[in-house]
């Protein structure tokens, strides 16, 4: 494949994942702008604070999801002269922003419940509503499916930011479960587990907030790729013709991309044009095989007797 075609290929596939990630992020915010509303006007008509600040966070989903569109339509602008690795990086801003306002939206979430819960006004609070409990069962469903869904297809092109939304909708369900214990449990005559409930919903989001930070600044801080990855890259070089041993493997992540450096053994009397084709056909067997792989260099050494 040469040069021109090799750069068009790539264009082609950067817009088809692009536009994958955008079809994605498009749905998830019809979804919870709709899911969002739900459950405020439950939570408000209900007399539950759970359901409120259900709501809340879905709402945060929103601006979390905008966030991704913006990473993923920067990190798949092309190399520039001022860019020359590209912008993949970007990508895992946007996951450390996402990141950030989930954390702030989940201490907010569970400062309103601890003041609740410290009042100690149990027999004064309104018991919950049966909308309440509708709302926490639906929102149940549909951000466990809208999990499911992103993370298919943050899998499928390789996205750290869709998989950081994709555990966003996932803490949404497991904080409607929350609400949903909550609420149940303050209608059959324990008040106190509705404030409560909006604490481990805090809790909840917290954790999501700080995996999807972890993730997002392993891959800017170079951190090399999983033994699964080294031992594939193993396979494909020792299976090619002429290599005699690998001196070195080096990998690291770039966003959600991955470069590889290897040092490979050739016998020390192979004249110089063949040492170098046995290292091409290394370097495009790595790169057409694994494609999370952005960049494969091969260093040819002359091999030790």
Request: aromatic share 6%.
């Amino acid at each position: 494949m040469n040069q021109h075609n090799l750069e068009t290929s790539q264009k082609v596939d950067r817009d088809g994942l692009k536009d994958i990630a955008m079809h994605v992020s498009t749905v998830s915010i019809i979804i919870n702008v709709g899911l969002s509303l739900l459950k405020l006007i439950a939570g408000i008509l209900a007399n539950s604070g759970a359901m409120v600040s259900d709501a809340i966070h879905s709402a945060s989903d929103v601006f979390s999801t905008v966030i991704v569109m913006i990473g993923v339509a920067i990190s798949g602008r092309e190399a520039d002269k001022e860019h020359p690795y590209g912008h993949d990086r970007l990508e895992c801003v946007a996951s450390l922003l996402l990141a950030v306002v989930l954390a702030l939206t989940g201490l907010g979430i569970g400062y309103v419940g601890v003041q609740k819960v410290i009042a100690g006004n149990y027999g004064q609070l309104e018991i919950p509503g049966m909308l309440a409990l509708i709302a926490a069962v639906v929102s149940i469903s549909v951000k466990e499916w809208m999990y499911w869904y992103t993370r298919a297809a943050a899998k499928k092109i390789n996205s750290s930011a869709l998989m950081a939304d994709a555990w966003h909708h996932r803490s949404d369900a497991l904080s409607s479960v929350g609400a949903f214990i909550g609420i149940f449990g303050a209608r059959i005559g324990f008040p106190i587990l509705d404030p409560v409930a909006s604490i481990v919903i805090c809790l909840f989001i917290e954790k999501a907030a700080y995996d999807i930070f972890k993730d997002a600044l392993d891959k800017m801080v170079d951190k090399s790729c999983s033994d699964e990855v080294i031992y594939q890259i193993r396979d494909i070089v020792a299976s090619q013709d002429g290599v005699e041993g690998i001196d070195e493997i080096k990998t690291r992540m770039f966003g959600a991309k991955e470069y590889v450096d290897i040092e490979i053994a050739v016998e020390g009397t192979k004249p110089l044009a063949e040492a170098h084709d046995i290292a091409e056909r290394v370097h495009d067997a790595i790169e057409e095989n694994m494609p999370a792989v952005k960049h494969c260099m091969v260093h040819v050494n002359p091999k030790q007797n």
